[in-house]
């Protein structure tokens, strides 16, 4: 198949594969963006692109592009040092009209792959795999705001991420223009102009990046997506889902204990086991197993409300302490 036989042919795929990959980073740049700017909304984004057909079919595709790729760079670049052979050891010095990104496209797509990969530990794998999987951690998969508090409450995370977002500017302005060469875009008319594109695109995607990294790690420092009341509302309805409250009727102060439920649960489970006394209580088997349904949502939803308390409480405890500080001594 030419596509595969042909150097050209392998260049090809490499521009297409790359086309797609550079508009999917612009398009996470954005909803990174949302999540600055109306933090409640990404969190919908995050719900909507969780793990419903439409989601797991482009997640699918997007694995797919990157695979081919990494799969063809390797290709071109063994291919090419096949070609080369001895005599790319008899040149030390980089000529001047060659890029230093250019001679190091493999090395910056295994930092950038490296960097993709904790990415994705720290969201995909907590988020959309989750939901795959049919298993929940404390955070529901859906509250994307939340595993940016966890991501980048961690001191080292965004070092990671600024080295991954550098080596993927070198990667992505080199392989922006170049892309087009490989298709014959390669004139002395254009290709300046496209080196410019790719340079300032690259560029914009990239500061706006490192500048999310950076809010995002205050915001995660000051707890600020534990705390901020627009988004406890969210949470509320969240957790209203679970276990079948209005968001509106819901209260954080109101909210059973392990002991409350466990109690409870054990009471239900000794009325199922004596008719007389479900009948002395005025309740059937249908009642009481809507009680223990009601039970273990809340179980299930609880180590969730607890961690946003703890927030909140830690926050109460601090403003406290601060008024404390600024009263006189009598």
Request: with cysteine; aromatic share 12%.
């Amino acid at each position: 198949m030419w596509l595969t036989s042909s150097s050209i042919g392998r260049k090809l795929v490499m521009a297409v594969t790359g086309v797609c990959l550079v508009l999917f980073v612009t398009f996470h740049c954005l909803m990174n963006a949302i999540a600055i700017v109306y933090p409640a909304a990404y969190n919908v984004i995050c719900e909507f692109l969780g793990a419903n057909w439409y989601a797991l079919v482009a997640s699918m595709g997007l694995a797919l592009l990157f695979i081919i790729h990494i799969v063809y760079a390797v290709w071109l670049t063994l291919q090419n040092r096949k070609a080369r052979g001895n005599d790319r050891y008899s040149i030390n010095k980089r000529p001047a009209t060659v890029e230093w990104s250019s001679q190091n496209m493999l090395v910056l797509g295994i930092v950038v792959l490296a960097f993709l990969a904790v990415h994705m530990i720290q969201f995909w794998a907590k988020m959309q795999l989750q939901e795959i999987r049919g298993v929940e951690g404390v955070i529901p998969p859906s509250i994307g705001t939340l595993f940016i508090q966890e991501a980048f409450s961690c001191v080292w995370t965004p070092i990671v991420y600024i080295i991954g977002f550098v080596a993927l500017w070198f990667h992505m302005n080199h392989g922006f223009w170049s892309m087009f060469q490989s298709i014959g875009w390669d004139n002395a008319t254009w290709l300046p102009r496209l080196k410019t594109i790719a340079c300032w695109w690259t560029t914009i995607v990239i500061a706006l990046f490192i500048a999310q990294a950076v809010v995002f790690t205050v915001n995660a420092h000051n707890d600020f997506y534990k705390k901020d009341p627009v988004l406890r509302d969210q949470y509320k309805e969240v957790i209203g889902k679970v276990v079948g409250i209005p968001a509106d009727r819901f209260s954080y102060d109101q909210v059973p204990t392990a002991e409350d439920l466990q109690k409870a649960k054990t009471e239900v489970d000794n009325l199922r086991k004596n008719p007389q006394m479900m009948s002395q209580y005025g309740v059937d088997a249908a009642m009481l197993e809507n009680q223990l349904k009601s039970i273990e949502a809340w179980t299930s939803i609880l180590p969730f409300v607890d961690y946003l308390n703890d927030a909140a409480e830690n926050v109460e405890a601090v403003e406290v302490e601060a008024v404390q500080e600024v009263q006189p001594e009598n």
